[in-house]
């Protein structure tokens, strides 16, 4: 099991945890994982760590897909790997949500299936660097040629948006994670990528993940690409730890961030935060508390968040009673965990457990 810990976007003023991060590196740790919502972005932190560390992989978890154009994002992250040396960086990327996208970065929320493709495939062939981009897609082309654009729609005679090829030199192995949860997400995500970062992921939920993944392993192969199975797709469960004696209380602390995300996030009909509580057995509940959260009674609905459905995606409790859960991740088809709230006992105590 590979191990990762999280860094807290939410923050006022941000802050870096050197200290932490290169016990992990001396524990043997994977990866350090930076995210962005509103406030801080994701990849400006780990420059800054790469230049405080050696070994550890940096990675986004996530990066907002609709922040930047595909050709951005591919050299912001084509930086950072050449700034920390031996292919470091891991391009983490994630839809977000409407709320965000539309109201903080003002771009639309729409053909979020197509921008996660379009923006993959430009990425990849970008990092190749054989040859200038050329990509005509659903939500993204390259060059662009729309009725707006200088050339206007003469995409076959271009006077002014030409393809080009990256002027600096690029690692075609750079790996991309993506952040899904819906199936249709979760099979492009084995179809494209290198790996995934399943919010919310429990033990046990591999039976319900499996068949999708499966599936677009297949889709894969099927356009021509090499084979793919479980045994080489990175599965990165986002964790949190918490070491405390009161279990129901550290519990009730991560139901304002669960209602949030089951009640808020995506749209009424079609949100896969609340779907994913329904799969887990949590139907009735997962309906009440969007129910509430639209009506704007979210203490009401924080309320009816299953202290089940937290602990299961969670290592809470004593030490003792981590470890006896650690045994459920080991067997749960997750290969890392990025640990989130980790403090330097239970990174050790965590390493310790893996690597012995």
């Known amino acids: 099991m590979k191990l990762g810990i999280a860094i807290d976007p939410s923050l006022k003023k941000i802050q870096i945890p050197l200290e932490k991060i290169q016990l992990a590196e001396s524990l043997g740790f994977d990866a350090i994982w930076a995210a962005e919502a509103y406030g801080t972005d994701a990849i400006t932190p780990l420059a800054f760590i790469a230049a405080h560390t050696k070994k550890i992989r940096l990675g986004t978890s996530i990066a907002q897909v609709s922040v930047r154009t595909p050709a951005a994002t591919a050299m912001a992250f084509n930086t950072l790997d050449q700034l920390a040396g031996d292919g470091r960086a891991i391009c983490g990327l994630g839809l977000s949500g409407p709320q965000v996208i539309e109201g903080w970065h003002g771009q639309a929320w729409d053909l979020p299936y197509h921008r996660m493709k379009d923006t993959v495939a430009i990425i990849k062939r970008i990092l190749q660097r054989d040859a200038p981009v050329e990509y005509q897609g659903k939500a993204y082309s390259l060059p662009y040629c729309q009725a707006d654009s200088v050339d206007g729609m003469a995409a076959a005679n271009p006077r002014f948006g030409k393809p080009l090829k990256s002027i600096a030199a690029t690692n075609a192995d750079l790996p991309i994670l993506l952040a899904t949860g819906s199936e249709s997400m ?76 089951v009640g808020g996030m995506g749209h009424q009909q079609k949100n896969f935060h609340k779907d994913r509580m329904a799969r887990a057995g949590y139907q009735a509940e997962a ?7 639209l009506e704007g009674q979210r203490e009401a609905a924080v309320d009816i968040v299953p202290d089940e459905f937290v602990d299961n995606a969670a290592l809470i409790g004593s030490k003792e009673r981590i470890v006896e859960r650690l045994k459920h991740w080991q067997s749960s088809g997750a290969t890392g965990l990025i640990l989130n709230g980790a403090d330097k006992s239970l990174m050790k105590l965590i390493a310790d457990y893996f690597q012995g």
Do not use: H
């Not at 356009?223 to 209380?249: M, R």
């Not at 309906?287 to 959260?293: A, N, S, V, Y």
């Open 186 to 261: 979760v099979k492009l995500t084995a179809e494209i990528s290198d790996g995934w970062i399943p919010f919310g992921f429990a033990p046990g939920d591999m039976a319900a993940y499996q068949p999708w993944l499966e599936q677009g392993f297949a889709r894969a192969t099927a356009n021509g690409q090499p084979a793919k199975d479980l045994s080489t797709f990175e599965i990165y469960a986002p964790c949190v730890v918490c070491l405390t004696d009161d279990v129901k209380a550290a519990i009730q602390q991560q139901k304002s961030a669960v209602a949030f995300y």
């Open 287 to 293: 309906e009440k508390i969007q129910q509430l959260f």
